[in-house]
């Protein structure tokens, strides 16, 4: 079974320029999740989806980040304009839905300079 | 506000020992509790996991012990391999459908051979 598949794996940027992550869940996984991990930190959530529906956004920096899940398939997570406390792994996660076990992609590593 | 929080931030164990990492959670409504497993470059991973109507859940060399009035649970890892080095990461979430996972800062694991 393929897992959560994410591009790209490494993205440096300078502050202010824009950049994306896309995430490809594991098929049949309704709920899409995208959290932060900043290094020698947890995961933090910034958006949950289900389906193409929007269930939690409440720690999104809206003012920069957006996200959207078109087709209730695949997501992408975007970052405009990024700052220098940006610079953090992406990681995307799926479960069935009403499922507790959410399985992580690799993540996407961003370096803002 | 820290929902969750994890203790030590880093363990030196030899091998053969018993590593123990500590988790207290602040929400009584919280009632999933996993443990993940992450190596460098990788994400987390699912290791094993207790829902609050059991006092300790056994997979192999890992224990999770949970106790629900003290709010606290803890991974207990028995004959520590250096295979087992790594960070470790608890997580709670409401055993609603789908409902996000917050995490703990995580431990560093380190098994010298």
């Known amino acids: 079974e393929a897992g959560v598949a994410q591009s790209p794996r490494y993205k440096i940027i300078e502050k202010r320029q824009s950049v994306a992550f896309w995430c490809n869940p594991i098929s049949g996984h309704a709920t899409l999740y995208w959290y932060q991990q900043i290094l020698g930190q947890g995961p933090k959530l910034l958006i949950q989806f289900q389906n193409n529906g929007v269930v939690d956004d409440s720690q999104l920096p809206k003012d920069r980040f957006s996200a959207e899940r078109l087709k209730g398939v695949d997501s992408t997570l975007k970052i405009q304009p990024a700052k220098l406390e940006d610079s953090a792994v992406y990681l995307c996660?799926?479960?069935?839905?009403?499922?507790?076990?959410?399985?992580f992609g690799e993540g996407s590593w961003l370096t803002v300079v | 506000q820290q929902q969750v929080k994890q203790s030590p931030q880093s363990l030196i164990v030899q091998k053969g020992g018993i590593s123990i990492i500590n988790c207290a959670y602040e929400?009584?409504?919280?009632?999933?509790f996993p443990w993940y497993q992450q190596f460098p470059g990788k994400g987390p991973a699912l290791l094993i996991a207790i829902r609050p109507d059991v006092s300790e859940k056994k997979e192999g060399r890992f224990t999770i012990s949970f106790n629900k009035s003290a709010k606290q649970f803890s991974l207990h890892i028995m004959d520590s391999q250096p295979g087992d080095s790594a960070t470790y990461f608890c997580a709670a979430s409401k055993d609603q459908a789908g409902t996000a996972l917050i995490f703990g800062k995580g431990t560093t694991l380190s098994v010298s051979s």
């Open positions: 929400n009584t409504a919280f009632d999933y």
């Open positions: 996660a799926s479960s069935f839905s009403g499922g507790n076990t959410i399985y």
